[in-house]
């Protein structure tokens, strides 16, 4: 009171914060903001989720705030939510799996990459290959037949025939040289579909524009003979006509330089050979070789 002489201190301002119109608290000067919504009752997360509607209807119910107190609102968005601890464990594995994830995803894209520029590069560098030197296949021909070990006299016993081929060689490229590599080359002989004979293509270098003589040793290990089969051999040989199947395949490089080669291919050449008799001084009577497209190998 003014009348008497005793001093009253002053008052105090105080600061409420409103969350609700259930909830009132007071701060001194000093301004708080509590972002947990979820303690607070009738809050979405706490009363089981209002919609937007609702929540505007509510406040546009509560009265105004009191003189010298502050409301403040906090939008929705801004409120940080720490996800649930059963999901912690699954987040856990999911988090460590991504990175192996993206890592086996760019290995795979690098890889696929890199055989795309492999792939591009050899099909560029044939390109260039076929377009400056304009590769030609080899021929071949048949010059001489030697046959040993067919003994048609006797009705049962089998045979081991020794065959040799004499074969020219020629290389038609006026600027590429072939060497004939050994490993995988493969020679056979047949009468009437029945092999009598193998052997290997013998290894030699040849250079651009050359013929080479090369030798083929064919042979077979006690080959049973038909009767019927022993009876037109024996006719063929009387008539000095004995037909022959020769198949030869043969790998090769070809040479560009002393130094530089391709890489490796196939060749397959077939040829119809028919000789007089079946001795070792057997004449070649007709012989046609066909050389085959080339393969990679």
């Known amino acids: 009171m003014a009348g008497d002489g005793s001093t009253q201190p002053p008052p105090t301002k ?21 972002t947990n919504v979820d303690s607070i009752p009738g809050s979405p997360r706490s009363s089981g989720g209002f919609t937007d509607a609702s929540r505007f209807s509510v406040d546009s119910q509560r009265p ?6 502050y409301l403040i609102q906090i939008p929705k968005e801004q409120i940080y939510r ?42 560029v560098l044939v390109g260039i290959f076929f377009l400056v030197f304009r590769p030609h296949k080899p021929t071949f021909s048949v010059s001489e037949v030697s046959v040993d070990g067919v003994n048609l006299t006797s009705s049962e016993s089998p045979v081991s025939p020794l065959i040799t081929i004499k074969l020219r060689a020629k290389d038609v490229n006026e600027k590429l040289g072939v060497i004939y590599v050994g490993g995988g080359s493969a020679a056979e002989i047949f009468y ?17 524009g050359n013929v080479t003589m090369t030798v083929t040793t064919l042979t077979g290990s006690r080959i049973k003979l038909s009767s019927s089969m022993r009876e037109d051999l024996e006719e063929s040989e009387k008539k000095g006509i004995v037909p022959f199947d020769l198949r030869i395949k043969a790998p090769f490089k070809f040479k560009v330089s002393s130094a530089v080669t391709m890489w ?15 001795t070792s001084s057997a004449t070649v009577i007709t012989e046609n070789c066909v050389t085959d497209d080339l393969t990679l190998l």
Do not use: W
């Not at 609700?20 to 701060?27: H, L, M, P, V």
């Not at 991504?98 to 890889?111: E, G, L, T, V």
């Open 192 to 208: 009437d579909g029945i092999k009598l004979g193998e052997g290997e293509f013998t290894a030699f270098d040849q250079p651009a």
């Open 264 to 278: 490796r291919m196939a060749v397959t050449v077939d040829c119809k050979i028919t000789v007089d008799k079946l």
């Open 14 to 34: 105080t600061v409420a914060f409103m969350t609700d119109k259930n909830i009132r608290r007071t701060r001194t000067r000093h301004l708080s903001i509590d």
């Open 64 to 69: 105004p705030p009191a003189p010298g107190t």
């Open 82 to 123: 720490v996800p649930p601890p059963e999901n912690a464990s699954l987040y856990e594995v999911l988090s460590r799996r991504k990175p192996n994830r993206s890592a086996c995803r760019r290995c795979c894209c690098y890889s696929l990459a890199a055989l795309v520029v492999l792939v591009t590069l050899a099909v």
